[in-house]
């Protein structure tokens, strides 16, 4: 019997994410002595239905802490696993599913399992001496993602300045992943020189964005063009505009405040305001237009727009299969944000992929608002072949350490990289008529 791969040791601690919170990072050792690591990100602007995050409460750290989780993992989580085969991925985060017993993992918490999903999926591919993007998906992991990149942070990470949460870009006319960081650093330095010469440079958001200082929210596509511009490229066919409008954290039961333009909208108030931003600029991708309580306006504004824009489900569909299909029964969303922490295991969220590409749905693997160095979500985005990436914008360490890691696979792969490209947007899939 093959033993190589058996756990050997599990080992939590608690780290710190880049908000200053606590974490869980969790370590994985195997008895051929191959080890594997991973830390656990965390949102601000999170759907209802997304896997607990399990916090301690109290007084520290405003109740932020997380030695509870840290605790299951180093006892309760280390004995049920212990001996288990890390190659058999589906058998481990089964075993961390059956072992919480609850359906949002309220129990151990998801970042409690999580840590220890992705720890194993690493340790088995250091056992396996590849890196974990060729582990996961073999020599078809050569589809680098097409990045969505923050220029412009808001809503809940940035103090509700904006109401409109992610001010990104996207690179159709790129022909690398590599080019369309550079394009990207560029329009990042002259999107911060135009707020800058206005006396409204303050600072960056939780993502790295610019810190968004506009009279309204239209204000930040303005400037958004003007630096697509002013860095020499030609907006929508070279470089484009992806939102997340975060719907959520401003609209509830059909009504919407957009406490910057001073305005309270209900669904078709907000779908027509969107669709008049889409006629105006050039916008391509939209994540929660409306909010996740908000089905039917999702559906409406799909039907409106599905064609020809991606429509991008997160607080929507919080990476889960089930919601998923509920919602193409609906005609809701084109495309689903995959983030491992709104289910709690690798497996359970690449389950919400495939349930994508059954469904003609394309996928973006994506970052928390809290992050770490930790760039395991770019293995999987690769490894698994889906085909775009969002970590935030294009400052801070740990939004940097995604793309760089990304542009190391691009080159260690050189003449067999594939660079996705936009015919991954939703929009452009075959047979996508919502
Ligand atoms: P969050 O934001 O990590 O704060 O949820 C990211 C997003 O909404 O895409
Ligand atoms: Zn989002």
């Known amino acids: 019997m093959i033993t190589k791969t ?16 606590p974490t869980v990072e969790a370590e994985v050792e195997l008895q051929g002595g191959a080890r594997g690591r991973a830390i656990v990100p965390a949102g601000a602007s999170k759907g209802s239905r997304e896997a607990l995050e399990l916090r301690d409460g109290g007084a520290a750290f405003g109740g932020l802490d997380v030695l509870t989780a840290v605790g299951h993992v180093n006892g309760e989580i280390a004995t049920a696993v212990l001996g288990l085969d890390a190659a058999d991925q589906a058998r481990l985060d089964d075993c961390l ?64 300045r904006v109401d409109i949460q992610d001010f990104m870009v996207i690179c159709p006319g790129a022909s690398c992943f590599a080019q369309a960081l550079e394009w990207t650093a560029e329009v ?24 968004p200082s506009f009279d309204s929210n239209e204000e930040a596509l303005e400037t958004l063009v003007a ?17 997340d409008i975060a719907a959520s954290d401003f609209g509830r039961g059909g009504r919407y405040t957009l406490g910057l333009d001073q305005r309270v909208l209900d669904s078709d108030g907000l779908i027509e305001l969107l669709l008049r931003w889409c006629e105006r600029y050039p916008i391509v991708s939209i994540e929660d237009p409306l909010a996740e309580d908000d089905p039917e306006g999702f559906a409406r504004f799909t039907q409106a727009v599905g064609h ?24 809701a969303a084109n495309t689903v944000l995959l983030k491992p922490n709104q289910r709690g295991t690798l497996s359970e969220t690449r389950q919400c992929w495939q349930a994508a590409q059954a469904l003609g749905y394309a996928a973006i693997v994506s970052a928390r608002s809290g992050e770490t160095e930790d760039t395991t979500i770019v293995d999987l985005a690769i490894g698994w072949q889906v085909g775009q990436l969002k970590v935030g914008s294009f400052a801070r360490g740990e939004r940097m ?25 939703g929009r452009s899939r075959p047979g996508l008529r919502r």
């Open 6 to 21: 058996r756990i050997s040791r599990v080992l939590a601690r608690r780290v710190w994410d880049s908000r200053g919170r």
């Open 97 to 160: 599913i059956a072992l919480d017993g609850t359906p949002s993992k309220q129990r151990l918490g998801a970042n409690a399992t999580l840590a220890v999903s992705m720890a194993a999926a690493h340790a088995a591919a250091a056992a396996a001496g590849l890196p974990l993007y060729r582990y996961l998906g073999g020599d078809d992991a050569r589809l680098l993602p097409l990045p969505q990149i923050q220029i412009f942070g808001g809503g809940a990470h940035a103090g509700r």
């Open 188 to 211: 990042y330095r002259h999107a911060g020189r135009l707020m800058d010469a206005r006396g409204a440079l303050a600072g960056v958001a939780d993502e790295g964005g610019w810190w």
């Open 227 to 243: 630096a697509i511009e002013a860095a020499g490229f030609v907006p929508g066919t070279q470089v484009a505009i992806a939102l």
């Open 308 to 331: 020809r824009l991606q429509v991008v489900g997160d607080d929507f569909l919080v990476s889960d299969a089930a919601l998923l299909r509920r919602a193409a029964a609906a005609g």
């Open 401 to 425: 350490a995604k793309w760089n890691a990304a542009l190391r696979i691009e080159q260690r792969l050189g003449p067999h990289a594939r660079f996705a490209g936009t015919g991954v947007l």
